[in-house]
């Protein structure tokens, strides 16, 4: 079956960068897009951005350009988003999901979620 | 604030119809299909309905949806105890190049 598999919480203090794995399994890992998205505790839904396992193109929310960056290792089939200069409201649950596009059967797969807690 | 609007919260009874909508703009839901999900405490969202208003398997046929224009609806027909949850709409923006969540809606069953 299908499985996104992150890594584990991580505690930062403000300031630093935090880079967060996703290995997805169970189907051909270059044939779909790796979308992050992030939930502040008691908050809604915020997408972060994309990767095209593919070819490695990545499309970034405007608000958090230049201070992520999303990579893929494609001899692990594992995709890393790294997230620079945290803040205290960067603390959140970060989800890797499976992208299909707009008009694709997208978010129909999830990672368990990565709890990141920024705090001094 | 959330570029897609939903109402914060929604209630009903136990086999009552409740629709939960989703308000968005020409760039995302006037130009792109929704996608529907349900998320409970501590867990990841899972998807409920994507374009053409298909629902993935084990979705339940309670669960339905409709899109006019910029907007959308969710709706649960024959509400059970265990649809008690968080609803979120979803769409890509044309303008911000990026997918647009609504901010949710909490559902109660009374």
Redesign the interface.
């Known amino acids: 079956q299908v499985l996104l598999v992150q890594s584990g919480a991580e505690l930062k203090k403000p300031g630093a960068s935090v880079k967060v794995s996703c290995k997805p399994s169970g189907y051909s890992f270059n044939t779909y897009v790796i979308?992050w998205?992030r939930q502040a505790p008691g908050q809604?839904?915020?997408?972060m951005?994309w990767i095209n396992t593919y070819n490695g193109n990545t499309?970034h929310?405007?608000h958090l350009q230049g201070r992520v960056a999303m990579t893929t290792d494609t001899s692990t089939s594992t995709v890393y988003m790294e997230l620079r200069n945290l803040g205290s409201d960067d603390t959140a649950m970060y989800?890797c999901a499976r992208?299909a596009?707009?008009?694709?059967?997208?978010?129909?797969h999830?990672?368990?979620?990565t709890l990141v807690t920024v705090s001094s | 604030q959330s570029v897609l609007t939903q109402p914060p919260s929604a209630s009903g009874t136990p086999g009552q119809r409740v629709t939960i909508s989703c308000s968005g703009t020409s760039s995302n839901l006037g130009s792109h299909p929704v996608h529907w999900f349900q998320q409970f405490p501590g867990t990841a969202p899972k998807l409920l309905m994507y374009p053409n208003y298909q629902r993935p398997s084990g979705v339940p046929d309670r669960f339905s949806g409709s899109k006019s224009g910029t907007s959308a609806s969710l709706t649960i027909s024959g509400l059970q105890s265990e649809d008690e949850s968080d609803y979120y709409c979803a769409a890509w923006d044309d303008s911000l190049n990026g997918w647009v969540f609504g901010g949710g809606t909490k559902l109660t069953v009374l």
Do not use: K, P
Request: proline fraction near 0%; aromatic fraction near 20%; charged fraction near 15%.
């Open positions: 979308s998205v809604g839904l915020e997408w951005g499309n929310a405007r989800y992208d596009g707009s008009f694709g059967i997208s978010f129909d999830w990672g368990q979620g």
